[in-house]
C-alpha cells in the first residue's frame, strides 16, 4: 500500500507540472538581456583613408513577451522589445594624427518585434530546452558626437533576421518559467540609411552562449 501511495503522488507530481506545458496554458512575462563588446576593426573613410579602431559597445534590451501552448510542449511566443547601445570608438593609427587621440560616440535606440514556434524536450517537466524557427523584425536610429572634427554619420537602419533558437528552460514553482537564450543558427539583412548614403549588410552564422544572452521571466496561467 506505501508503494502504491508513493507510485500516486509521483505521478500526479508529473502531471502538475507537466501541466505547465500542455495545449491551452499560456505565459505571460518580460525579458532582459545585457551585454558588452570590445571590438578591434578595420575602417576605410574617404576622407582619411584606412584605419585601425578600437570600439567598447554597452547595451541593453528588454520587453515583453506572450506565449501560448498551441499542443502540448510547442508553444507559439510574441516578443516586443526596446533596445538601447553606447559605443565608444578609438582610432589607433589614422593617417591623420589628430584622429589618433579623439573617440567618436555612438548611441543608438531602437525597437525589435519577433515570433517564435518552440517545441519542449523536458526532464521530468521541470528542466530542459526548448528550440524552434523565429522570425525578426527591427528598426533603430543612431545619433554620434565626441569629436567636433570628425565622427561616424548618423544613420537610421531596418531589417529583418530569422533562426532556429535554442533555449534553457527551468521551472521553479508550478506558475513559474523562467528561460535563457543560449544560442542559435541565425539570418539577418539590414539596410542603413544616412543623409549622403544607403548600404546593405547580410549576416549568417551560429552562436552559443554570446557576450549578451537574454533571461525572461514569465506567469504561467491558463485552464
Known amino acids: 500500500m506505501k508503494k502504491l501511495t508513493l507510485l500516486l503522488l509521483a505521478a500526479l507530481s508529473g502531471l502538475s507540472a507537466g501541466a505547465q506545458t500542455e495545449k491551452g496554458k499560456q505565459w505571460i512575462g518580460g525579458s532582459f538581456s545585457a551585454g558588452h563588446n570590445k ?50 570608438q578609438t582610432y589607433d593609427n589614422s593617417p591623420n594624427p589628430q584622429m589618433n587621440s579623439g573617440t567618436a560616440e555612438t548611441t543608438i535606440n531602437g525597437y525589435d518585434a519577433s515570433i517564435h514556434l518552440d517545441k519542449y524536450y523536458l526532464y521530468d517537466n521541470k528542466v530542459g530546452i526548448r528550440t524552434g524557427p523565429y522570425a525578426q523584425y527591427y528598426t533603430a536610429k543612431a545619433k554620434t558626437g565626441g569629436m ?27 506558475k513559474i518559467a523562467l528561460i535563457a537564450t543560449l544560442g542559435g543558427l541565425r539570418y539577418s539583412k539590414t539596410k542603413y540609411e544616412s543623409e549622403n548614403s544607403t548600404n546593405e549588410q547580410t ?7 554570446n557576450n549578451a544572452p537574454s533571461f525572461t521571466f514569465a506567469y504561467i496561467f491558463g485552464k
Open 148 to 174: 567636433s572634427d570628425f565622427a561616424a554619420t548618423p544613420y537610421n537602419s531596418k531589417g529583418f533576421g530569422a533562426g532556429l533558437s535554442l533555449d534553457f528552460v527551468y521551472f521553479p514553482t508550478k
Open 39 to 88: 571590438i578591434q576593426e578595420s575602417l576605410n573613410y574617404t576622407e582619411v583613408g584606412l584605419m585601425q579602431a578600437t570600439r567598447k559597445q554597452n547595451s541593453f534590451q528588454l520587453g515583453p513577451s506572450y506565449t501560448y501552448f498551441v499542443a502540448d510542449k510547442l508553444s507559439l511566443s510574441a516578443e516586443v522589445a526596446y533596445t538601447h547601445a553606447h559605443s565608444d
Open 203 to 209: 549576416d549568417f552564422g551560429l552562436t552559443f552562449l
